[in-house]
């Protein structure tokens, strides 16, 4: 049986608010400490000849993609695969905007969900796993590496493992984390939320929307 393999990124660290203000999320850029996170993946992955790196055209993740695979020609942009869209946080009422971040990513995500009053869990997976679909279709790669974002990892991750439509919240996806899963005729998940710049997770134990609740909160 052959497999082939596809190494499955979140993208590095980025800033989403600035003196309580949320920024643009299809335009922010990695900070400092998350271009040394994509390092610390470029330096693990060194010696791997990718045959695609794949992003989904935000910049944050064609940028974590230049740092990791130098080597290769430009990064692909497949927008499809960019992250589930939030709304306007201020359409949310106050006494429920905890609760819209830290359950965000609770257990099997309900399809009509919104994504902080944005777009749904449905509409994330009918853009994903077509994407994905397509993907597995072209006979010509052997290795990919795809630079994505937590939500669309999810996506695929949980397709991974059930071989369902469905979205596991609980599969963390810290910034710049590695995924490595094999597809042939069957799907094999060797490795989740890999984070070469902290192995055993040292530096935290809440969950990426709890840290984005927390950052809003501070600057708010």
């Known amino acids: 049986m052959t497999r082939r393999r596809i190494y499955l990124m979140r993208h590095a660290q980025v800033a989403y608010f600035h003196d309580?203000?949320?920024l643009r999320p299809d335009l922010v850029p990695l900070t400092d400490a998350g271009r040394e996170q994509a390092r610390a993946a470029r330096d693990v992955l060194a010696k791997i000849d990718f045959d695609r790196v794949i992003t989904s055209g935000l910049p944050r993740t064609v940028e974590t993609a230049r740092i990791v695979a130098p080597s290769n020609s430009e990064p692909e942009v497949w927008p499809e695969l960019r992250e589930i869209e939030s709304g306007r946080l201020g359409d949310i009422p106050e006494d429920e905007l905890e609760a819209a971040f830290v359950s965000a990513w609770h257990g099997?995500?309900?399809?009509?969900?919104p994504f902080l009053g944005g777009e749904t869990i449905r509409s994330l997976l009918d853009r994903v796993l077509p994407a994905l679909e397509r993907l597995l279709d072209d006979p010509e790669w052997d290795?990919?590496?795809a630079v994505l974002h937590g939500g669309v990892n999810r996506a695929i991750l949980s397709f991974a493992l059930t071989g369902e439509r469905a979205l596991l919240g609980n599969l963390?996806?810290?910034p710049a984390c590695i995924n490595v899963v094999d597809v042939g005729e069957d799907w094999v998940v060797r490795a989740v939320n890999h984070t070469p710049y902290d192995p055993i997770h040292l530096s935290g134990r809440l969950r990426t929307m709890e840290e984005l609740w927390r950052e809003f909160r501070a600057t708010s």
Do not use: A, H, I, N
């Open 108 to 113: 099997v995500v309900p399809e009509d969900t």
């Open 20 to 22: 309580g203000r949320p």
């Open 172 to 174: 963390e996806q810290s």
């Open 143 to 145: 290795v990919v590496l």
